[in-house]
């Protein structure tokens, strides 16, 4: 009984490990094999797609991360644009075109047609209603979290997702180790703001839009030691009042949807008496982007608000910790991010850090999952005579 039941745990162990280590491809066939993408969706891909359409940015910035930019054939407009990882200087000497812009009613769809991609990457929420146009001109695409992310594991699955495809999974490892030990670290950095109160303003329209519990901001906050103060699921408007009753230590403003101080000023943020940080347009797309440079993101939340806010504790004298690693970095990260040397920079650091971690990982991955099978096939064979 005792060894039925060893070899019962084993055997759905490995099972388990097996899903949970390849989530993406569960079968092969013809040169080609089948995915299921992040809206549940089973797809069969050939081998190494030559031409790719990327429909939003941090599909884009995934794609350059991974180094898979020679596949790109179009990109929507904000990736046309995108200075982070050189894309825009990229895409504009080898000839990528740009097709319309991010939400799935401006996208130019007879100029994907023209283009023949093998494979389109699409985001689930913004292009959710372009998938019956795909089906019906049989065009080949694949679903990511994007934009719709509720955490930064959604994030990591996108990462993993296109990089199975390319068989790029060593690379991705090591991306996912950099954003981990990057947030990590500027989290220790920060332990005289754990608690802070925090909202974050991404809009006005008929109210005031925040992000509230189950998004990727909300998540990013948690995981720097700060409080999401709104109450709401998912993105929301609310009015002024109920921001009030929240009782913020900082708001923070993105300014992607045209938000100013003006316009702050008359809905009633600053009569608040709370202190208000409008990030700049380089930080708004860093912070609202879930791709793979949210560490970055961090870094720049982190900044402002030691700029701005005082710490809400302070530390025992057995602990010591400085803002001064945040403050350095930030200032050279801010001129690599409007020189458009990301990618360089994460290279060198990837290289310098952690040159190892995603072989290890990767070959640690791969030796329990050879053991898990050996044991579990020695135990069934031997329950069997």
Known sequence: MVRRISSTIIIILALLFTLLSSTAIYSQDNGGYYIVDMLGRTVYIRQFPSKIVSLAPSITETIFALGLEDYLVGVDDNS???TFYNISVYLRSHGVESVGGYWWSTINLEKILALEPELVIADKGAHLSLLSFFEENNITVVYV????????????SDIDLISRIFNKTSEAVELVSFIEEKISSIKRELLTYHGLRVLVIVGVWNGVWVAGKATYIDDLLSRLGFINVAT????KPVNIETISSWNPDVILVTTGMGLTNATLSEIGVYDLGVPVILLNSTETDLLCRPGPLVGYAAEAIAYRVIETVEPVMELPLSVTTSTTTIVKTHTETRTMVETSTVKEQYNETIASTSGLSGFLQVAITAIISCLIGVIAGYLVSRRIR
């Open 80 to 82: 046309y644009n995108d």
């Open 145 to 156: 979290n994007g934009g719709s992310a509720s955490s930064i594991e959604d994030l990591y």
């Open 232 to 235: 709401v699921t998912g993105w």
